[in-house]
């Protein structure tokens, strides 16, 4: 009788008939309840409502007993309809409770549980939005119950809430969001779902602004699109998209930087599904938010490269790689190359692509807007933040990335032609900056020269010669202002003084320098290093030694290249690599059509540096003696080639030696050679290349080569008149007099001490090896 007198005004009929274990029994008491309360709300009687509620909520609802909780349950539901408006008031008391059966073991307590408050939220309606954030804890786990009626009970409860939160305007967004961040890594498929439905719901409410909070949800989003269930990805993918289409709608209001490096994350998912999704996020936000994304270039490139090797499997994820890739590059402008580092940051905020500018949408009504033109690009600044993005340019860690990219073996053609693209708008657009970086990148360009494809290589010359030709290259007798100056379309090297005057301090004058290349700091180095690398790599040479000259010809001053190398090679201690070398870059310049002007050049020896490169050439054309008459062909210094070919007499004739000669005799065929073949008919003032060219026929043993030299020196006309020219020595002044500037002893001279050096050489190698090199005698 205590307990009963204890539950007052609760009858003792009502309080036996909640703890009955008949569903009907407890409905009876709780329309008693419901009548009872009615009669205090009508008195306004709060001290015995809120009495009844406490011993509904202590003594049924939190009971150990299951019955009487049940009836606590159902009774607490019977107070809030007949509390109806006013149920508002008792809300806290009234949830709490139920809340907590939410957790009992029993299934069917908890079903009854999810009733109660769907009677409670029903009729409180708006009411219980200050209490939403418990409402979805609990609402949250139901999601994920075992039991099926259960569920269908809180998806019930769910569809009621969401038409609650709907119709208001009073949901607090701000306190939701760090619980909905926190649900939203659950791994439970239900809950996953439960979490989507509601985001999608409060995406669609035009006055709850979740666009504002998606830098705090959107990691937790793109990982349950990697779901297992089928309808969990495409109910993610709707609120990807949805939020997307608010991110173009608004981009003035979109907190681009906050999220870059959370798409950076998953632009390098194993899941096609987040990795195509996070990419499309990505081209979107570089296109719409400009040179904002360029801190976090480094990332972005990191996460993009690797896609743009993929294969036709991954051909959607590849596109959109490439779009990003190509879009970041635009935002690279020449004024990040800024000398001072104070002004190396440039203040923008988000933006459009400075050189494609994609259309915004109009500014709200008063909105107004600041312009300023970067680049002859208009750049805007958005009304919508207060505060103005400090924008840098983060060049070491792009470097970082691509060398590290240059590095890795296992990348893709793509990729690799990529990297080189970037790292060529780097040197066009930002040369100073780069210029430090250049000494840490140039063996790894170096090395990309090995590489299997035509392409990649020519990417990697591309981006070698703009290191040895830009002016920002160039590290001694440059000031800033000067180093800045456009470059020259065609960068010409210094005439040096006639080589007799170079030097006179000793017997290495000859070898001294005859010229130096004035492109930049770094020509003369990547010349060095590209023969050193020809030296030690000889497959390298064989294979795309002429396609690497040939290219960097285009690129470069030809005549620049072959100069240095000539001068280079004059020192070279591997003779036999100097002897290859010197028939690599002979064939190259009969042969190439790319070289035809400086054939052209030094084919009539008019100018000073005509002269000047054809003795800087010749002196290293020496290590090997038939590119050297085959060099004074093409110069048309005939004499000097009948005198080298007398001395070939003195010289170990070889097996290779001779082929050379049948090569060179080839050549004379070539178009290359018409004109000397012409000359044939002026008998009289050519009779030293008629003799040289028997000089070659009288080396040559009995071959198709013979042959072929043979039956051309047969149509000589009047082969009587070479008697005579000897006796009448006819002067060859009239057609090139600046020929006689040339000193053609010394020539010699410098031939006879370099084969020597080669004769000695060669014995040193055929005695250690102990077999001594066959010989051809004839």
């Known amino acids: 009788m205590n307990a009963e007198r204890d539950l007052a005004p609760l009858a003792p009929s009502v309080v036996r008939a909640l703890n009955d274990k008949l569903y009907e029994k407890r409905k009876v008491a709780a329309l008693e309840i419901e009548k009872l309360v009615r009669e205090f709300v009508a008195q306004n009687n709060t001290s015995q409502i809120k009495h009844v509620i406490l011993i509904l909520s202590q003594e049924f609802a939190l009971s150990q007993h299951p019955h009487s909780r049940k009836g606590g349950l159902i009774g607490l539901a019977a107070c809030s309809i007949a509390l109806g408006k006013d149920s508002g008031l008792y809300l806290k008391e009234l949830i709490e409770p139920v809340l907590t059966c939410f957790n009992d073991a029993d299934s069917r307590l908890r079903y009854y549980a999810c009733e109660a408050l769907y009677n409670i939220v029903k009729v409180a309606r708006g009411s219980v939005l200050p209490h939403f954030n418990v409402l979805f804890d609990g609402l949250s786990k139901l999601a994920a119950d075992p039991d099926p009626n259960v569920k269908s009970g809180s998806e019930l409860l769910d569809r009621l809430l969401k038409d609650i939160v709907t119709e208001s305007n009073q949901f607090d967004l701000v306190g939701f969001i760090p619980l909905l961040r926190e649900r939203i890594y659950s791994n439970n498929q239900y809950a996953r ?17 979740l666009l504002d909070y998606l830098p705090e949800i959107l990691d937790g989003l793109f990982q349950i699109l990697g779901d297992n269930s089928k309808e969990i990805r495409k109910m993610c993918e709707v609120a990807l998209g949805e939020f997307l289409k608010e991110i173009k709608k608004n981009p003035s209001s979109v907190k681009f930087a906050e999220m870059a490096n959370i798409l950076v994350i998953h632009c390098q998912a194993a899941d096609d599904l987040i990795q195509l999704t996070a990419m499309c996020w990505m081209r979107e936000f570089i296109q719409l938010a400009g040179r904002v994304m360029l801190p976090y270039s480094s990332g972005i490139l990191t996460a ?7 294969d036709d499997r991954k051909k959607n994820i590849k596109e959109v790689a490439n779009v990003c890739n190509q879009s970041l590059m635009k935002l690279v402008i020449p004024e990040d190359d800024e000398v001072d580092e104070a002004k190396q940051s440039v203040t923008l905020s988000e933006e459009p692509n400075l050189e494609e500018p994609v259309s915004k949408p109009e500014a709200p009504a008063g909105a107004g807007s600041n312009q300023r033109s970067i680049g002859g690009s208009v750049v805007e600044f958005s009304p ?19 060398d590290c990219h240059l590095h890795d073996t296992s990348i893709g053609m793509m990729t690799r032609i990529a990297v080189l693209k970037w790292l060529y708008h780097l040197y066009i657009k930002t040369p100073r900056k780069m210029f430090r970086h250049t000494d840490s990148l140039f063996p790894i360009l170096l090395r990309t020269l090995s590489d299997e494809s035509d392409e990649v290589i020519l990417k990697d010359l591309e981006v070698l010669a703009e290191i040895a ?8 007798g440059y000031g800033p202002s000067e180093a800045a100056e456009p470059r020259p379309s065609q960068v010409e090297l210094h005439v040096p003084i006639r080589n007799s005057q170079l030097s006179s301090s000793g017997p290495k004058g000859l070898e001294c320098s005859p010229s130096t290349p004035t492109m930049n700091s770094y020509f003369y180095k990547f010349m060095i290093n590209l023969l050193k690398r020809f030296s030690s790599e000889r497959k390298l040479l064989e294979t795309r030694g002429a396609f690497i000259i040939r290219q ?4 470069l001053n030809a005549e620049n290249i072959f100069h240095s ?8 201690e591997d003779l036999k690599f100097a002897s290859t070398m010197v028939h690599t870059l002979n064939t190259i310049l009969l042969t190439s059509s790319e070289l035809f002007q400086l054939r052209n050049q030094l084919k009539d020896l008019r100018t000073p540096e005509s002269r000047n490169l054809f003795c800087c050439l010749y002196r290293s054309w020496c290590h090997n003696p038939v590119t ?3 060099l004074c062909f093409l110069t048309q210094n ?23 000669v049948d090569k060179l005799v080839q050549l004379i065929e070539c178009p290359i050679f018409t004109y000397l073949r012409l000359q044939l008919l002026d008998v009289k003032n050519n009779p030293y290349l008629i003799k040289a060219l028997y000089g070659l026929l009288m080396l040559l043993p009995q071959s198709s080569a013979f042959q072929l030299l043979s039956h051309r020196l047969q149509c000589v006309p009047n082969p009587e008149l070479m008697q005579s020219a000897d006796g009448s020595r006819v002067s060859t002044s009239s057609r090139r007099p600046a020929s006689s500037t040339i000193d053609y002893t010394e020539l010699l001279q410098h031939f006879d001490k370099v084969q020597s050096k080669h004769l000695e050489v060669r014995h040193q190698r055929a005695g250690r090896a102990e077999q001594p090199e066959r010989r051809v005698v004839l």
Not at 193 to 208: A, M
Not at 565 to 572: F, K, P, S, Y
């Open 638 to 660: 005939y004499k000097h080639a009948y005198d080298l070919i007398q001395k070939f007499g003195d010289l170990e004739v070889t097996v290779d030696f001779l082929t050379e």
């Open 552 to 555: 960097l010809c285009l690129l």
């Open 384 to 402: 919508a933040t207060s505060e103005r993005i400090q924008v840098t340019l983060n060049l070491d860690g792009i470097v970082q990335v691509l």
């Open 469 to 476: 030709s830009s002016p920002a290259g160039q590290t001694e």
């Open 193 to 209: 779902q439960f979490i989507i439905s509601w985001i999608l719901v409060l995406e669609s409410v035009p006055d709850i602004n």
């Open 565 to 572: 190398m000539a001068d280079i090679l004059l020192r070279e």
């Open 628 to 630: 050297t008459v085959s």
């Open 304 to 310: 993009v490269l690797p896609c743009l090797s993929y």
